[in-house]
Structure formats: structure tokens, C-alpha cells
């Protein structure tokens, strides 16, 4: 029902990771575990995170943390955006708490040294071996899914001193942004395809190449060849989004590294990708461009973030700039089962507005990516 992950570190005092476990299994035995079914959805803006903290600690050292760890700056956005929206609340109230309980992203946190309402609230929800154990230097990291609301991710970070907490988040704050990237990602799946989606196209795909991603309602088919498939989501003269997905049979996986899936997509956009006054999608390489490897759907892949630009050559072959642009994502990755190397790249344009949300939108129809047909999706209907 839950997703736990537990982080614990401590002093000379001899504290064992078990120990630290079972005292976080204290901690959630008291914080309740009701059925999902009576629970409603959790409430909020996506890609908000509700930091529970007095404002003293926010406007000093440990808020500076949260605030550089739990959401930096996305270096591979056209302009600076933080990889969430931060909101600071303080428990002022039984009325404000029982608010915080109906939303989507939480986190508590308080040095259990000091006394305050934050810290009253945490200490009252630690059974008393636990309690000992922080105040002994430990520190601790508990995700909760799904605590008083359906799609509700709560996180709560324990800590004696606002030092602990600080060295805490230095260790532990990749594993907490997981923990939100994924809810949401769930949450805005579900979002995205409540008009509908489009079985047809699924289907084709699956028949013609045999894979599939899911079809938004407003998605359309704008190039379907041998090797190398174009998603186009209805354009409009404000923004749009596209995904592309390119195979290659019989690859060598030792052959697949970062300078290889930039070359690729070079060249798949010069050819495939095209704007007016025949320009291109190109990958801008002057702005930050990060690679990495990650697990994908139980694939070892490459995720790749960075800008694109639109670009043309002149008669000399000089390359000149379109001046519109955007950011895109990129999975590539080697199925075993097939043998065929896998791209999928999604990009947006939107000038004027902020990227994170509509690229967070690609994310989410790249993870529909499957190479079997289930049972509830259309056939192809013949001809």
C-alpha cells in the first residue's frame, strides 16, 4: 500500500540501520494505515511541494537547505525554473493542519530540539525508543503514499538539530524528489488521458512496429515510417509538444553512449523534423545538456535533457538561427528481448509561459511506452 524508504545515520552511540527501521515501523504504526478506498483524492496544485516548518527555520540555514536540495534549478529549462514549487506553512492551528492533511506533496520537518508546534506534531507521532534515538544524533527519512488522502505523497524528515536535518537532506535529497517525481508523474497520467485516448493509434503502431505509447485525445500521426515514428500533439499558434520514437534492429549495445545519441538525434531531426524556411530542430550545445544513466521501465537507459533550437544552412553550408526553441527529453535505451535499440524524445515549445509542467507531460507519455498489446486496446480495423 505504502512505498518506505528509510534514511538513518548517528553518532558514537552504536545505532544500527534495524535499529533505526523498526523505529521507524513504530512511527507509522501510530500514524494510521486506513483503506484507500474511503479516502478522496488529495487536493493542490501539481508540482507544488507544502513545506510544514516554523518560519524561523525557513528564513535561516535549514530553509536555505530544503530550498537548494528538495528543489533546485533546472538548468535544461530556456529560463530558470525550480524542479518544484515550494510553499512554506506553519502549524498555526488544528484547522491548518487538518488542510495540510488534504494535500497532494508534504513535507514535515522540524528540529526536535526546538519547541515548537512543528516539532510538538512530529514528537507526538514518535513512539519513545524512536524518540531516544534522534535525540541521541540519529536521523531519519519516512515516505508515506497515500497517509489521509488517495495520491498524496507525505514525507517527514527527523532530526534533533536544524545541523541534522541539514546534513540529512545533503544525503537523502535525491531520494526524496524521486518519491515526488513519481506521484506526480502518476497523478498527471491520470490527468492527461481523462478525455480519452486514441486506441486506433496504439494499436497501429503496435501492428506496424510493435510498440506503443499512449495517444493523448489530441495527438495526431504527422510521420510513420520504417524506422521512425512522429507524435504530434494539435498545433495551435501559442505552443506545442511532439514525441518521436526511432528503433534500430540488430544493435550493438556496446556501441551506445551519450555522443552517440547526440549524433543520432541530429540526425534524425535534420531529416524528419522541419520547420518553415526549411529550418531544423537541432540541439542547442551551448546551454547545459545533461546525460545520465537511469532505470526506464526495467530497461538501463540513458535520459537526456537539454535545449533544442531551430536552425537552417545557407547556401555556404553556415548554420543560422530561427531564434524559436525549447526544452526536450530523451530516453534511449538496448531491449534484450528484441535486440533493437529504442529513442524516445519528446520536445515543447511554449514561449511565454513556464516548461516544467508541459515537459513533465512528455515524461509522462514517454512512461506508457510498452511493446505489448493489452487485451483493452483496439484493433486495427481492416481495410
Request: aromatic share 12%; hydrophobic share 40%; glycine share 6%.
Amino acid at each position: 500500500m505504502h512505498r518506505l524508504f528509510i534514511s538513518a545515520s548517528g553518532r558514537q552511540t552504536g545505532l544500527t540501520l534495524l535499529t533505526v527501521l523498526l523505529s521507524a515501523l513504530v512511527f507509522l504504526n501510530l500514524t494510521g494505515c486506513e483503506a484507500l478506498e474511503n479516502k478522496p483524492f488529495a487536493v493542490g496544485p501539481e508540482g507544488e511541494i507544502i513545506i510544514v516548518i516554523d518560519s524561523t527555520n525557513w528564513n535561516g540555514p535549514l530553509g536555505e537547505a530544503i530550498r537548494t536540495y528538495v528543489s533546485p534549478y533546472l538548468g535544461t529549462l530556456p529560463a530558470p525554473e525550480k524542479e518544484f514549487t515550494l510553499r512554506q506553512v506553519s502549524i498555526v492551528s488544528k484547522k491548518v493542519l487538518d488542510g495540510l492533511q488534504k494535500q497532494k506533496n508534504v513535507i514535515f520537518v522540524a528540529p526536535l530540539m526546538d519547541d515548537t508546534p512543528e516539532a510538538s506534531f512530529l514528537k507526538s507521532r514518535l513512539a519513545e525508543e524512536a524518540a531516544l534515538e534522534i535525540q541521541n544524533g540519529g536521523t531519519t527519512v519516512i515516505s508515506r503514499r497515500d497517509l489521509w488522502r488517495s495520491s498524496q505523497q507525505i514525507v517527514y524528515l527527523l532530526g534533533q538539530t536544524p545541523e541534522s536535518l541539514i546534513k540529512l537532506l545533503t544525503e537523502r535529497s535525491e531520494d526524496i524528489r524521486y518519491a515526488f517525481n513519481v506521484i506526480t508523474r502518476e497523478r498527471v497520467t491520470l490527468e492527461m488521458f481523462k478525455k480519452g485516448r486514441q486506441p486506433k493509434i496504439e494499436a497501429a503502431l503496435m501492428k506496424k512496429h510493435t510498440f506503443a505509447v499512449a495517444a493523448q485525445h489530441d495527438y495526431f500521426v504527422a510521420i510513420d515510417t520504417t524506422d521512425f515514428v512522429w507524435l504530434r500533439r494539435t498545433v495551435n499558434s501559442e505552443s506545442w509538444r511532439s514525441m518521436f520514437i526511432y528503433y534500430v534492429d540488430g544493435f550493438n549495445p556496446a556501441n551506445l553512449t551519450p555522443e552517440w545519441i547526440y549524433e543520432a538525434r541530429e540526425r534524425l531531426t535534420e531529416t524528419y523534423i522541419r520547420g518553415n524556411l526549411d529550418g531544423y530542430v537541432s540541439i542547442d550545445f551551448r546551454r547545459e545538456l545533461n546525460t545520465e544513466n537511469i532505470d526506464f521501465l526495467s530497461h538501463f537507459a540513458f535520459e537526456t535533457r537539454g535545449l533544442w533550437q531551430m536552425v537552417g544552412k545557407e547556401s555556404d553550408g553556415k548554420v543560422v538561427e530561427y531564434g524559436m526553441g525549447g526544452p526536450f527529453l530523451n530516453y534511449t535505451f538496448y531491449d534484450e528481448s528484441s535486440g533493437r535499440l529504442y529513442m524516445i524524445d519528446g520536445m515543447v515549445f511554449a514561449p511565454g509561459y513556464d516548461k516544467r509542467e508541459f515537459l513533465r507531460q512528455m515524461e509522462v507519455i514517454a512512461h506508457t511506452f510498452r511493446t505489448t498489446l493489452l487485451e483493452s486496446e483496439l484493433e486495427v480495423p481492416s481495410s
